[in-house]
């Protein structure tokens, strides 16, 4: 089974403060996806990356940065944290067959004072 | 650029009557269609998928939908719902660059049984 963890299940932290994301991977999967999910608006990708060092922004890239200095291992940065980025991140890498599934990790839920 | 519509935030059955959640996408040519289950405070899991063939596809857990091109349309469907069905289901769109599947999410359908 595939298996994606997220570094913690709940985050509090206050504005301002440089935060950090970490999502592990363990099948050595080439691509990596963190997302946003806010009632209402689904997930919403924040940026991708297709291999090491390697990354694009996706739809909502502003207030966020990402590093993938590991193969397996892709983090989130909020380099300082605002009320509006509390919300519900997801992690998740594309395998399957044919690479076309992708594996959410459980999620973690960072609330910003 | 693709999107996805999931008409109903919320939707309210009583067990053991049938279930269809609507979904309906933009896309510029054939898509490939998820649908995926997230229980509270997990991640998603996948239900079953659409890339090409037979237009009713089957899934996990009893789940069922069918493509229907005409409608732009991803419906899914369960004969029977059982109370652990009670969770938030989502439609996505996937659309293939450099990054292999890029999905497009809906807002999400949150599904009520009532006993």
């Known amino acids: 089974d595939v298996k994606v963890t997220q570094s913690s299940r709940y985050l509090v932290k206050r504005t301002g403060e440089k935060v950090f994301l970490e999502c592990v991977q363990d099948?050595?999967?080439?691509?990596m996806f963190w997302y946003r999910q806010d009632p209402g608006l689904g997930l919403r990708l924040i940026y991708f990356?297709?291999?090491?060092?390697?990354?694009e922004k996706g739809d909502i890239p502003e207030g966020y940065s990402v590093s993938r200095e590991k193969k397996e291992r892709f983090s989130l940065i909020l380099e300082s944290a605002s009320t509006n980025q509390t919300s519900m991140y997801l992690c998740a890498t594309l395998g399957g067959l044919a690479a076309n599934e992708q594996f959410f990790g459980p999620g973690t839920r960072l609330t910003v004072l | 650029a693709q999107s996805v519509t999931q008409p109903d935030i919320h939707i309210t059955v009583s067990e053991g009557a049938s279930l269809e959640l609507r979904c309906n996408y933009s896309?510029?040519?054939?898509?490939?269609l998820f649908w995926y289950v997230q229980s509270p405070g997990q991640g998603l899991q996948l239900l079953l998928k659409?890339?090409?063939?037979?237009?009713l596809v089957q899934g996990i857990k009893g789940f069922e939908a069918e493509f229907k091109r005409s409608q732009s349309s991803f419906n899914l469907r369960k004969p029977s719902v059982h109370w652990s069905d009670a969770v938030e289901y989502f439609c996505a769109v996937g659309a293939l660059n450099n990054a292999g599947n890029m999905l497009t999410f809906g807002g999400g359908t949150r599904l009520m049984v009532k006993p």
């Open positions: 659409y890339f090409s063939g037979d237009t």
């Open positions: 896309y510029g040519a054939t898509p490939y």
């Open positions: 099948m050595d999967h080439e691509n």
């Open positions: 990356s297709y291999d090491v060092k390697m990354k």
